[in-house]
């Protein structure tokens, strides 16, 4: 019985894609780095703002790992790790109440921040982070769930930046101020440029399992070669909007520099890799850089 649950315990960790939580956190994180900058930051704002974007994301993996399986992605050929729901140590029935389960906690946590925020952003800001709130809930399910998921039709590396970008970044900001800065936006695209290069790494690795089973995404549509090009155009846009944002606020040329490394070493290790498998690794190695890409971020503005 105590190994049963252990296996349990670790298919749900499975299931949670840890290392996809550290790039919703940098996100988030960037944003408060934002508020930063101007004033002193709400500590109740910021502890609802990372509960709901970490529910977000937890949501939006569970139902990844039981959409994918419903719809023939998650099979025996895929290159990547296996899933929970594919295997069967979390059946398709209890990941659909799982789903339910971080859906209400997404809404109430994100009920909660904007009450939190309500005098700040006032009734007309509340109205539209409600609305956008809902969306980003439905968009995380709808990925790759329903008779149409967007996911299949090469809209999820959009739905990514927006969501896990610019909202998750320039919505934190405006959670706390009530305003979004010109370099601000910086920040939400290079950090939304990251979350799709990560979400693009996934889908590099799984072009051929994801073709069979018609889920369409850019890398599909592009190829394996195609598909380095569009990564390398993301993460060099990612490169430009950090250093801009750095020349603007007078940060110093040293950040500037040990974040393009960062991104660099990134980019030359995904185009060596050879076989489809082996981009699997990288989406953790991305996702850890825009960690300490936020954590560099956060310790410059204390130095200076």
Known sequence: MKQTKVSKFSAWLQAMRLRTLFLSMSCIWAGLFAVQIQQNLSIVISIFTFLTALFLQILSNFAN???????GADHDERKGPKRSVQTGTISAKQMKKAM??????SFISGCIL?????????IKGVII????GILGIAAAIAYTNGKRPYGYMGLGDF???IFFGLIAVAGTQFLQTAIITKTTWLLAIAFGCISTGVLHLNNMRDIDSDKT?????IAVRLGAFGSKIYYTILLLASIACFTMFII??????????????????????????????????????????SFIIALNLQLFHSLI
Not at 100 to 105: D, E, G, Q, R, V
Not at 213 to 217: C, D, E, F, L, R
Not at 273 to 288: A, C, G, H, R
């Open 213 to 217: 089973a018609g889920k369409m995404s």
């Open 65 to 71: 790992d039981y959409g994918d399986t419903i719809h």
């Open 129 to 132: 982070l409600f609305i956008i």
């Open 248 to 289: 603007i606020e007078n940060f110093g040329p040293f950040l500037a520099f040990s974040i393009t490394l960062l991104i660099m070493l990134n980019l030359l290790v995904a185009w060596r890799v050879q076989k489809q498998e082996d981009f699997d690794p990288l989406l953790k190695y991305l996702s850890l850089s």
């Open 159 to 161: 739905a990514v930046f």
């Open 114 to 122: 904007l009450i939190a925020s309500a005098n700040v952003i006032g």
């Open 100 to 105: 339910s389960f971080m859906a209400i906690l």
